[in-house]
C-alpha cells in the first residue's frame, strides 16, 4: 500500500482525535477552515476566469506550442519538458496565472502523465516571488531590495530543474 | 501593473499568431471555453480545498502550528542571529514558517510582514542581509499538503491526488536550500 493513500484518512483521525483532546470544537473549527477555503476561491475565480481565457487563446493560436518548439532544444538539455515552458514563466509572476497554466497543461497531456505530475510539482513547490518581495517589502517600506530578487530566482531555478528531476526519478518518465 | 501587461501581451500575441498561422477561427471560441473552464475548475476543486483549509483550522485551533512554530526556533537562531535577540520578532519568524509550512497562506503573510516591520526598523529603506534571508524563504516556502493543487489534480480525475507528495517536499526543500546558498553567497559579494 502507498504511503499517500494512508494519508488523508490518518491525517483527519489524528488531527480531530488531538484537537478533541485539546477540548477544541473540531465541527465548528472544520467548518470555519472550509468557509475560509470557499472565500480563497472566491478570490481567484476572477483572475482564474480572465487568466484561463487568455491562456485558452495563446494555446489555440499556435502560439504556446511555438513557444515550447522554440524552448525545446534548451530545456531537453537540462531535463525539463518543454511542454512546461510556459509555466516557468508565469510561476515567478502570478498565483492564479501559473495555476490557470498548471491545469491547463494537466489536462491537456493527462493529470497523472508525465508532463502533468512535472507541472503539478512546479505549482506546489513554490511561492510567486515577485509578489512575496512586492507584499513584504512593501510593508516594511524597503526600496532597496539588493540581492533579494537575484536569489530567490536562485531557488525557483533549482525548484523547476529538481521538479523534472524527482518526478522521474520516483515515479518515472 | 505587470499583470496587466502580462494579460494584454497574451491576448495581443495570440492574436497576431493565430492570424500568421491560420488558427483565427479557433480563437473566439477557446477565449469562451477558458473562462468557462475556470468556473468549472473552481467548481470541482472546492471541495477537496475546502475541507483541508478546515482542517488546517482544526491544526491550528488545537496549537498543532504554535508546536511546530516551537521546533523551528533553534534554526532560526542560528540562520538569523540578529532578528532572533528580539523574542517577538522570533516568534512571529516562526510563527510565519510553520503556517507556511501548513498552507495556511492567509496567517502565514501578517505574521512575516510584522516579522519584517520589526526587523528593518532604522534602516532607512536597505534591506539588511537578514531580512534578505527571510524574504528568500518566504518566496521558496515548503508546503507540507499542497491543498490547492491536490484540488486541482482531484478535479483533473486523478488516480490519487497526493501521489506527488515526495517528490513535492523533496522539490521544495532542495530549492529552499538553494536559495539559502545563493542569498548567503550574495551576501558576501553584493555592493551597497
Known amino acids: 500500500m502507498a504511503l499517500s493513500t494512508l494519508i488523508v484518512p490518518v491525517l483527519l483521525t489524528f488531527t480531530a482525535c488531538f484537537a478533541l483532546g485539546k477540548r477544541v470544537d473540531v465541527y465548528s473549527a472544520l467548518t470555519k477552515g ?14 482564474l476566469i480572465a487568466l484561463l481565457s487568455a491562456v485558452y487563446m495563446f494555446r489555440a493560436s499556435g502560439a504556446m506550442e511555438a513557444l515550447g518548439t522554440l524552448l525545446a532544444p534548451a530545456l531537453d538539455r537540462i531535463g525539463i519538458p518543454a511542454e512546461t515552458a510556459p509555466l516557468l514563466f508565469i510561476r515567478p ?16 497531456y493527462g493529470v497523472d502523465s508525465y508532463i502533468g505530475r512535472v507541472a503539478a510539482v512546479m505549482l506546489g513547490s513554490s511561492e510567486t516571488t515577485f509578489y512575496t518581495v512586492a507584499v513584504y517589502y512593501g510593508a516594511a517600506g524597503i526600496t532597496k531590495t539588493r540581492y533579494t530578487i537575484p536569489a530567490a530566482l536562485c531557488a525557483d531555478a533549482v525548484m523547476f530543474l529538481a521538479s523534472a528531476f524527482f518526478v522521474r526519478l520516483l515515479m518515472g518518465a | ?51 483541508w483549509t478546515g482542517v488546517m483550522e482544526v491544526m491550528n485551533q488545537c496549537h498543532l502550528t504554535d508546536r511546530l512554530a516551537s521546533l523551528f526556533r533553534p534554526l532560526l537562531r542560528r540562520l538569523l542571529p540578529n532578528a532572533s535577540r528580539d523574542s517577538e520578532t522570533l516568534a512571529a519568524i516562526s510563527a510565519n514558517l510553520s503556517a507556511d509550512l501548513l498552507g495556511l497562506g492567509n496567517a502565514a503573510t501578517p505574521l512575516g510582514i510584522r516579522a519584517a516591520c520589526r526587523m528593518s526598523r532604522g534602516c532607512k529603506g536597505t534591506a539588511s542581509d537578514e531580512l534578505c534571508l527571510l524574504v528568500v524563504l518566504n518566496t521558496a516556502s515548503i508546503q507540507l499538503l499542497p491543498t490547492t493543487l491536490a484540488g486541482v489534480r482531484a478535479s483533473l480525475g486523478t488516480a490519487d491526488p497526493f501521489d506527488i507528495l515526495p517528490a513535492v517536499w523533496l522539490t521544495s526543500l532542495l530549492s529552499v536550500f538553494a536559495g539559502l546558498l545563493a542569498a548567503k553567497l550574495f551576501a558576501h559579494f553584493w555592493r551597497n
Do not use: K, R
Not at chain 2, 4 to 32: C, D, E, K, Y
Not at chain 2, 33 to 43: D, F, M, N, R, T
Open chain 1, 34 to 47: 472550509a468557509e475560509e477555503g470557499l472565500t480563497v476561491l472566491l478570490h481567484i475565480l476572477p483572475s
Open chain 2, 1 to 51: 501593473m505587470a499583470m496587466a501587461w502580462l494579460w494584454t501581451g497574451m491576448v495581443a500575441v495570440s492574436l497576431i499568431f493565430g492570424a500568421l498561422t491560420g488558427n483565427l477561427n479557433a480563437l473566439s471560441a477557446a477565449a469562451l471555453e477558458g473562462a468557462q473552464s475556470a468556473v468549472e475548475l473552481c467548481l470541482a476543486m472546492c471541495g477537496v480545498m475546502c475541507l
Open chain 1, 93 to 108: 509572476i502570478s498565483g492564479s496565472g501559473a495555476l490557470a497554466v498548471g491545469s491547463e497543461i494537466m489536462d491537456s
